[in-house]
């Protein structure tokens, strides 16, 4: 409908003034529910086309389209606004073609469409997924389906931090406490044994820093010098030398860790095309910074360290090797960008990637686009902000984070508790009730995490995020279950939908329905643009409420009007049709029961 009515106002431009405008120039929207009307064009960018003050534009424009576009019935004009009111028809065939496209909203991928690579998750294998990595494998897994949505090729691609100091901690004291431990014989989830031994090491660690201060050692060389640090140091150098003993050890805890990831990552609905691993990308990146550094474009200090000098880009220096020659993040990430444009023809590199790393990449791109890849300057730091529970800030060394794993299992449990006192689950078989609970308690958790602006810091309290009245995942998936319970008692009825009238006079919230699904596409296509999931969360919210408000303002089934009741049926099923779609967008699935 949007895209007649542009058409239209390109002609009026044209046979008013003579002149040429694109529909991208022109900003046509909802009408603002104060004002009267269906659709608004913004009349001031026509200002230097028409010279003529806004309202006399605005005037020239309306009355065009009144007399030449037949989907306009009438206008108003509100200084530089043109109110555009619609015939009803337009309704009732915007509603047919919604409800005969298939994959409304969604632009086919084509042999020739670009190709986006979105990565996320990036764990590291010294500790389980947490609260903070939940909301970036959401985010990025949702960012994915709506870049698809829009047209594009996408890679899902993870880079699994395997390798460095972090991930000899545990294994060292893997080798100190954990006696042959394996999660098979403890129970424990491999991911989660061995973040125990990561939290280990650093009960160890401080305890030996208080030794050595208490025996007059100041606190920083007390930290350099604590025999566990300098073990682990030890360890890591023996792993970059290839070190048999540490390299089997190494090889054994990751395969516990990643069988604990594997598990995590199905529950949570998200997965990857490709994933790329620091043991092998790291050797990749040293060996492009040498050869940056035999072009003078980085250059070696005395202690033999090797650094990139950006203060002449407003930056400032950037270690890129260790004096020891071992390597740092932002090598292994020169790395990684090699390897993956040399096994894709990537047009878009997208980083999910907290907001904390901001720094960071604008050296990456700096770095990638001086060592001669054209990608450097194109790639797209996707920075979001920090989740914290009420209680504040986690910590994992401490062993204060909010494992992904315990919070899905609350939510579920949380959601199964709220459904059976509501009695939403009632007439369900205990494996629907099971399966239903799942959903909810999922549907709520990505919800609540995906509705916020990504690029806020945010508070997840899972109390808040299982209301069935609220802005919630479960709000939405129960308004789905209650559309489709109309749906399925209409079949069961012998209810059949005949040829809608096209001349029927419907309410206000019948036609502004109509116009929220039309405007789905729209919604895809901006959150696309601006890499935002919140505005697909934040939309399926307005229909829904907006579909409830209308469900309990009018008759459904017992409409006597046979002919308002099949509009009814047909705008019901399109509502869910969009729901699930929007939805789906999120990775939240929708029940047809509840």
């Known amino acids: 409908m949007e895209e007649k009515i542009l058409e239209a106002v390109i002609a009026a431009v044209k046979s008013l003034y003579n002149a040429d405008v694109k529909a991208t120039e022109l900003s046509l929207s909802k009408t603002k529910k104060e004002f009267e009307g269906d659709l608004t064009l913004v009349v001031f960018p026509l200002l230097k086309i028409s010279h003529q003050k806004p309202e ?190 540490v390299r089997a050890l190494w090889q054994k805890m990751n395969t516990w860790v990643y069988a604990g990831f594997d598990e995590t990552y199905r529950r949570m609905g998200v997965g990857f095309d490709k994933i790329y691993y620091e043991s092998d990308t790291y050797l990749v990146g040293k060996k492009k910074v040498e050869e940056g550094l035999e072009k003078g474009i980085f250059y070696r200090r005395a202690d033999g360290s090797v650094w990139a000098d950006l203060t002449k880009d407003g930056l400032d220096e950037k270690l890129l090797l260790r004096s020891d020659g071992t390597s740092v993040y932002m090598t292994q990430d020169i790395g990684t960008a090699t390897l993956r444009f040399s096994d894709y023809n990537i047009d ?87 399966d239903t609970c799942e959903m909810i308690g999922m549907g709520a958790l990505k919800y609540f995490l995906l509705k916020v602006d990504p690029r806020k810091n945010m508070v997840f309290n899972p109390k808040e995020s ?29 209810i059949n939908i005949g040829t809608l009238d096209k001349n029927l006079q419907l309410s206000d919230k019948e036609s502004g329905l109509v116009q929220t699904l039309a405007s789905f596409p729209s919604v895809v296509e901006q959150a696309g643009v601006e890499y935002s999931p919140s505005q697909i969360a934040n939309y399926t919210y307005d229909l829904v409420k907006q579909y409830n408000q209308f469900y309990h303002d009018f008759q459904i089934l017992k409409e006597e009007n046979e002919a308002l009741r099949d509009f009814r049926l047909v705008l019901s099923r399109n509502v869910a049709k969009v729901i699930k779609s929007a939805m789906g967008l999120l990775g939240i699935s929708v029940p047809e029961k509840m």
Not at 72 to 100: H, M, P
Not at 178 to 193: F, Q, R, V
Not at 364 to 372: A, C, E, F, I, N
Not at 467 to 492: C, M, P, W
């Open 348 to 434: 878009k590199m997208i980083y999910v990637v907290g907001n904390e790393q901001n720094y960071h990449f604008q050296v990456l791109s700096l770095l990638l686009d001086k060592l001669g890849f054209s990608f450097g300057k194109d790639l797209v730091h996707f920075s979001y902000g920090m989740v914290e529970l009420p209680e504040g800030k986690m910590k994992s060394r401490e062993g204060t984070v909010v494992d992904s794993d315990d919070l899905m299992d609350e939510m579920v449990n949380t959601a199964t508790q709220i459904s059976k006192e509501l009695g939403k689950l009632d007439g369900l078989s205990e494996k629907e009730v099971a």
């Open 466 to 494: 299982i209301d069935f009245n609220g802005n919630t995942g479960s709000f939405i998936q129960y308004t789905h279950a209650r559309i489709k319970s109309v749906l399925r008692k209409a079949e069961e009825s012998g």
């Open 56 to 245: 006399d534009t605005a005037e020239a424009i309306g009355s065009y389209l009144k007399q030449n576009c037949a989907e306009v019935s009438d206008y108003n004009v509100i200084k530089g606004f043109l109110n555009l009111s619609l015939n009803q028809t337009c309704w009732v065939d915007t509603l047919l073609q919604i409800d005969s496209t298939n994959n409304f909203g969604f632009k086919p991928v084509t042999d020739n469409s670009p190709l986006y690579m979105v990565e996320y998750s990036s764990p590291n294998t010294n500790k389980p997924l947490h609260l903070g990595h939940l909301r970036n494998n959401l985010l990025g897994y949702s960012l994915s389906k709506i870049l698809e949505a829009n047209g594009y090729k996408v890679v899902k691609t993870n880079i699994v931090n395997d390798r460095g100091i972090h991930i000899c901690k545990s294994m060292l004291a893997w080798l100190k406490h954990g006696n042959g431990a394996t999660p098979e014989s403890t129970g424990i989830k491999g991911d989660h044994l061995v973040g125990d031994y990561y939290v280990a090491f650093d009960k160890d660690y401080k305890a030996q820093i208080k030794e050595l201060m208490d025996g007059g050692m100041s606190e920083d060389d007390a930290k350099a010098n604590a025999p566990i640090i300098k073990e682990a140091q030890e360890m890591l150098r023996k792993w970059e030398a290839g070190d048999a003993e």
